[in-house]
């Protein structure tokens, strides 16, 4: 059974989900070889994942087999387990509980070679709604008071399949960066009543110094204090506090701004590795007035070191008024 | 002039030091070789360097010729410049100021292949010495009010030179996991009376199993929640929230169970990468009774993509009691 335990200083849970029988050295990183070879997540190979727990697009057929746009399984390596009870624990001034969560992959086209950001964005549409599906399902588990849902694409962002999927984690505790964002914004409304996110959406409006793209209901900034070059928010204009609230409509209109932004991003840096994560608010949380649901994109291209470590702030070569100027100009720059 | 700019959201400070002249492409993460070919570092070198600002060691001779044990510089390519006003600015709801601050590198040895744990502990003694000589000096600028001390070590933790070094870089800002420390030291305090990190240093003594090695004034534990495997953190073991404080004989008693750490963990995996920072308290502050400086070592093993970003917790595969069993018996074992 993996473990959470708080760091009695800073508030902040790490799991422990132990390899057994590893000796020191199996801890090395190691350059995994993900090209070719055997494909998990290609369908005809749904007997070697866990049952699924979602699919979209089969319409005939039986359950883990083929014939699926979308498919949802457990992780089979999962650092959470879904079965349990959590058990918090003292040991003296420390806190523990058990690693109870879930852990999810999504695989976002049955096409091993189909990069995300080249889906149609009606494909697009049915992963973000996979993401709300499981996010709704997972709510229900009183358990959980967190749906972690993030993206690494390629090596260097910590991928370890090629085929592309992104993943989700339940998580009995908030995580420390949401429940900081949360705090942020809530100072903030209680000084002006006002959502500070709404805030720097009209500032980044009227600046237009860092808005790479928009549509009519979702707009694509680099923020101003980025942590990485071509960092990229993407906020929906209207205030909401909940991704699992949007409509079909703002789905769609999210899938068409996330795929542009991502090929700007392609077009200026091809094949760069990135993550990305959904910033939203927690499970069975009423309407926050202060909070602003959004996706964070980070490219992996400066290592992070001992004074970003230390310190929790970074070193970030390019300007975000630069990097939204390349970003608006890729694709003219290569149509 | 670089900038520091501040997440509105989080309170993060960044720094945007911006790199002239540079496209997109070349941000990319590259495979450096940093072996063999010229060293700047090294003894006769000296004049390829920005002037030395401290040196230990050489007793006849100019200022930047050789003869010297330990060598304090300039860092050529500083992340901060240390001329300047720090200009304080809003913009809309941003906040920023000028990019002032100093950055130099602390050469630890004349000897270009000498491995840090492997200076005898009189030289690490001079290395630990240089530190607070710099934080003391840096410390009479009043626009200073951090001094972060921090060594990259092996290329995956970020060092562009192979040549035994560390680096300190003096904030206007205090660093956001410091401050975070300082806050969760505080509350403790403020419920209990008493020092968290005494009462950690009082519980790993007695319950013995996270504990790496100790002398007389200091210990090295591997901490409860730690980020990765093999993370340690060294304390003193009286109070002191002031590493600048210390004596020659607190000193060396520190050389000696750092390089006896750093020992014990180059014997469980050979030649690992790793970061190490200093947090002691902020620039001339009163001596806290709430805060006990320590530093933390942490090996890169394993690679943080989007989950740790997006949540600010990790996953670890290894606990920390059986790190800190392997890192107990490795001296015996190769011995």
Chains 1, 2 share one sequence.
Not at 78 to 100: F, H, S, T, W
Not at 151 to 173: D, I, M, T, W
Not at 176 to 191: D, N, P, Q, V, W
Not at 244 to 268: G, N, T
Request: proline letters at 7%.
């Amino acid at each position: 059974m993996p473990e959470l335990r708080k760091d009695p200083v800073l508030g902040r849970w790490i799991i422990i989900a132990k390899e057994r029988g590893k000796r020191p050295t199996d801890f090395i990183l190691e350059e995994e070889d993900t090209t070719g070879g055997f494909c998990p997540l290609c369908p005809g190979n749904e007997n070697t994942t866990p049952h699924e727990v979602l699919v979209y697009g089969r319409e005939y057929g039986e359950a883990n087999s083929p014939g699926w746009k979308v498919r949802v399984v457990p992780n089979k390596y999962p650092a959470l387990v879904i079965e349990g009870e959590l058990n918090r624990e003292g040991q003296g001034l420390y806190d523990k509980m058990n690693g109870i969560g879930a852990h999810e992959v999504i695989i976002e086209s049955p096409n091993h070679n189909d990069a995300f950001p080249e889906l149609s964005n009606e494909h697009t549409f049915l992963v973000f709604r996979a993401f709300q599906h499981r996010i709704k399902d997972l709510g229900c588990d009183d358990r959980f008071r967190y749906v972690l849902v993030f993206k690494n694409f390629g090596k260097a962002a910590g991928a370890s399949l090629e085929h592309s999927h992104s993943q989700l984690v339940a998580l009995p505790v908030l995580p420390r960066k949401i429940e900081s964002e949360l705090t942020g914004a809530l100072t903030y409304y209680k000084f002006k009543e006002r959502c500070i996110y709404c805030d720097i959406i009209r500032q980044e409006l009227k600046q237009d110094v860092r808005v790479v793209c928009k549509n009519e209901l979702f707009i694509t900034i680099t923020p101003f204090a980025p942590r990485t070059p071509f960092e990229m928010w993407i906020l929906p204009i209207n205030h909401s506090s909940a991704y699992h609230e949007q409509s079909d409509e703002q789905l769609m209109a999210l899938a068409e701004i996330f795929s542009e932004s991502l090929c700007r991003l392609d077009a200026c840096i091809p094949n760069v590795p990135y993550n990305f994560v959904l910033h939203t608010e927690p499970l069975r949380s009423e309407s926050l007035p202060h909070y602003h649901f959004h996706f964070e994109i980070v490219p992996k291209l400066t290592s992070i070191a001992g004074f970003e470590w230390g310190s929790g702030f970074y070193i970030n070569p390019l300007a975000p008024e630069e990097a939204a100027a390349y970003l608006r100009e890729s694709l003219e720059r290569i149509s």
